[in-house]
């Protein structure tokens, strides 16, 4: 149980966790309804000793029981997954994760992913050839599929894990339905954290959020900042003369039997809205445009007079589509009220938006670009040679220079695209598009870190094992890195 677990690690916890870490976990608990406004009052009140205050919080929390316990443990390893790994919490979620997932597993999982998970687990030792052969002797594939994951559970929480893995692997449908996706892209960013960013240590880790979006710690922006100063788009910091825009246009009824109303393009809306505001952008959005009304207002969005003053922009354009480009509310299909790609980027381009010179343009484009699924099948030998890769050109080494000077009509720009020419976008009706959810849940927790083309691979790296549909970046001509150091 999650209270006799926090219990165990209550010294520990008390000796190492710091006032920070103590004041982010409170929010949490706080914005959970575990603690209320009073409760969190106390315990930020005890006397100012860091030791007082975690002894409080803990002992407050395992009163409440169980469930407040497992926040608490969620809330300490996202917040310091360094502690967490000390105090066992994180192994702790590893076994708990897959005790939760046994009742659906069962149910939904099918024999031919039964056997490759087996192969799995034989293969990284976890089960041996006695134990596989146990599983596999069993008739029925609900017992098989007991049999598993109760044989994997009493091997503990490494072996949870190996196991969370491998379904994961094998089906990514599945494991999507029983929470493990989302648990392990959990672990996926705290494990690029500890071991791989060039700018992050221990002492760095984001302890503060403001609208979900984690902060960009001072010693990471500085660090930044002197390693990468030639590297990056520059900020703009004061926020009296700084005024970042960004539009959203999101069409959800359309005038046409042609084409359906976009169910969930609303939670949509409100969630790109509340990304922006939350990284600082001043958000003009509109609903139900055709295409000419569309254009009128990038054009009119474009001409402000406020971007002299900005440092960069999104723009965020969500609607049916097809291979021509995004409906209008009026469209009836084939090429009747659309807006095409190429209409987007002349109007933003250097020529017609002198303002954004030198500066990030992000367009964010949720629409189908076709009707097809975006799938095949193909055999593991079918990856192309080197040899069938063409060459890049050899430019010229010499240039002549002019009295004027020369810019490019379009520079600074990035287009990502919900999915690939051709091929649809998928969209839930409660939850909205996949795409973007996918797209602020992976802003929101690396913004603080990550340059923007890096948070645009990790949105791809969500649908790799998901074919459902691939994002795609387009239009590409960034020439720095833009890093929007969420908090500055």
Known sequence: MADKKLAEVRTEFVEKVNKAVIRAVLDDLQERAVLSDAETEEVKERSGLKQEQARALIDGVRRKGPKASLLAIQSISSR??????QLGLTTFLEDKKLGEARTQFVELVNKAVISKILDDLLEKGVLN?????????????????????DGVRKKGSKASLIAIKSIHARDAFLAEQLGLTA??????????????????????QPVESRQGIKLCPQNVFDKIQKEESTKIYPIIRDLKTRTRFAIIICNIDFESDCFSRREGADVD????KHLLTGLGYEVEWHTNLCSEE??????????????????????????HGLRAGLCGVKSKGENSDILSHDTIYSILNNRNCPDLLNKPKVIIIQACRGENKGVIY???ADAPSADSLSRVPRLPAQYESDALRRVHVE?????FCSTTPDNVSWRSPTTGSIFIVQLIKQM???????????IFREVQHAFSNNPLQMPTRERATLLRKFYLFPGY
């Open 411 to 415: 520079s600074d720009l990035i287009c």
């Open 294 to 319: 569309m254009a009128d207002r990038l054009r009119k969005f474009a001409a402000r007079k406020e971007h002299k003053t900005s440092d960069s922009t999104f723009v965020v354009l969500m609607s």
């Open 183 to 204: 648990f392990l892209e959990g672990m996926w960013t705290f494990a690029w954290i500890k071991f791989y960013s060039p700018n992050v240590s221990k002492e760095t």
């Open 129 to 149: 050839d006695e134990e596989v052969e146990k599983v596999k002797k069993k008739y029925v594939t609900q017992e098989q599929a007991r049999t598993l994951i």
């Open 378 to 380: 193909v055999s593991c």
């Open 80 to 85: 310091d997954v360094f502690l967490a790994e």
């Open 444 to 454: 929101q927790e690396h913004a603080w870190c990550y340059h923007l083309e890096d």
């Open 269 to 272: 809306l409100a969630g790109m």
